[in-house]
């Protein structure tokens, strides 16, 4: 894969991954074991940032980078759905299957294979879109067959197994959400559901989720 585009998810998982995967992140670093249903995988390539490195590497310093991958029945491309900017910076942004994790870092991965096992499906089903700044981060997810509500909650089911988690539903930048907080996490992150794609958000603030919330559909 190409440095630029590594790069780019590097960046554009920063502050969404950190908030999302702490508690299996936590986890990995001390060698406790977990399960996520699938079979081991290879050696990581790509490692993110936590909350507090996630406002180190310059967007400016990677090349714009903008892929995307055909959309089911005609359907916006999630890349198109998501944010040229935030925050006045341009953002990163790109489009991968979930059978591509092999890109990320263990915990990073884990993410994505614990959604995939909850819903019941291959990560050829799951396509993840990101776009980010260094202030605030947006995951996109569509999977065939599956309703946005179902994703989003499978995001925070995945993260509830292993925090104490707290569920708010809020009115934040023109859009209903669920904000979820967690024991592990130094940042909440929002759960928004449209048509069907489910968009996680996290940000340095609730100035920078509600300006990412704003700029979605």
Known sequence: MRK???SAVRVGLGLVLAAAIAACGNQAATGQPTTTGTSPRPAPRTAFPTPADASSPSPQATPSLSQSLPAPDGRSPLVDLLPTSLGGT?????EL?????????ASSAMIFESILTLLGVQGADMQIGIASTTGASIVALRVRAKGAKAVGDAMIAGRALNATTTKEAVDLGGKHAIKVT????????YVYAHDD???TVAGTDAVAVAEALSKLP
Do not use: N, Y
Not at 182 to 189: C, H, Y
């Open 97 to 105: 299957l979930g059978s591509d994790t092999s890109m990320f870092d």
């Open 197 to 199: 794609v489910s968009f």
């Open 182 to 189: 967690t024991t592990t996490a130094t940042v909440p992150f």
């Open 4 to 6: 630029t585009t590594r």
């Open 90 to 94: 341009a953002t990163q942004k790109l």
